[in-house]
């Protein structure tokens, strides 16, 4: 029999200090595995980078193209102009919008009126909203504004009542489609009704006021003169109508 020594237990010595060793190495690996996927996740959670110096440029050229593009309008504001814009329908159905530009800085008290009854901004309270356009004649003219009989006996202005013609704009001609005048029964009878010019009209230059024009939503007037008749006194089958309105200050 071989004497026992103190050798004699050094294997089981060794087994305790192995399985310390092994418990640090894996604690070491559990570790470098965390760390790993802590630097994934913080990648793939970053919002993406341009690759380069010449990606990123494209980036920026690209952004402010988008943006312009929503913003941009087809007319410019002039100095002295107001806008409004005026939602029109046809027989129940909606027609469109159209955008007026008003020469207030050459009939201000005309395109005041106007601007006046087409927002219901005014101190009395008037306006067009609700109102029909009674008289359609192809090629010549949209009449509308009579909110008080929707038959072309009635309306009056923001100032309480009929108001002078405004000589300068007497002097603007009725040179094309689209331009914008008061209707009127005689010199210096301007109420709240007014005209979609479908036409060049010189035979009514100096005899009423022309106070603005359309400059955008042309193809809504093109419908309402679709809704009319070739001469007076012909019966309308169509209902234009004034739906809303308001004024453009961007």
Request: with cysteine; proline share 4%; aromatic share 8%.
């Amino acid at each position: 029999m071989l004497p026992r020594t103190s050798g004699g237990r050094r294997p089981h010595g060794l087994a305790a200090g192995g399985a310390s060793s092994v418990t640090k190495l894996i604690a070491i690996c559990v570790a470098s595995v965390m760390v790993v996927y802590f630097i994934w996740m913080q990648r793939a959670l970053a919002p993406a980078t341009p690759a380069n110096l010449h990606e990123a440029a494209a980036l920026n050229e690209v952004v402010p193209t988008v943006h312009a593009t929503r913003q941009t309008r087809k007319w410019t504001r002039k100095p002295g102009r107001r806008y409004v814009w005026i939602d029109m329908s046809i027989d129940g159905k909606k027609a469109g919008r159209i955008t007026a530009e008003l020469f207030m800085d050459i009939v201000p008290k005309t395109a005041e009126n106007f601007r006046g009854l087409v927002t219901g901004d005014n101190a009395l309270g008037l306006q067009y909203k609700g109102s029909k356009c009674h008289r359609i004649i192809k090629n010549f003219v949209v009449q509308c504004g009579d909110f008080e009989t929707g038959k072309g006996y009635g309306g009056k202005s923001i100032y309480g009542g009929k108001f002078a013609d405004e000589p300068e704009g007497l002097k603007l001609e009725h040179s094309k489609r689209y331009i914008l005048q008061m209707a009127n029964s005689g010199p210096n009878s301007n109420g709240s009704q007014f005209c979609f010019m479908l036409s060049a009209a010189p035979h009514l230059n100096g005899r009423h006021v022309v106070f603005g024009e359309v400059i955008d939503g042309f193809e809504v007037v093109d419908a309402m003169e679709t809704s009319g008749v070739e001469q007076d006194g012909v019966h309308l089958d169509h209902n234009v109508v004034f739906v809303d309105g308001g004024e453009i200050f961007d």
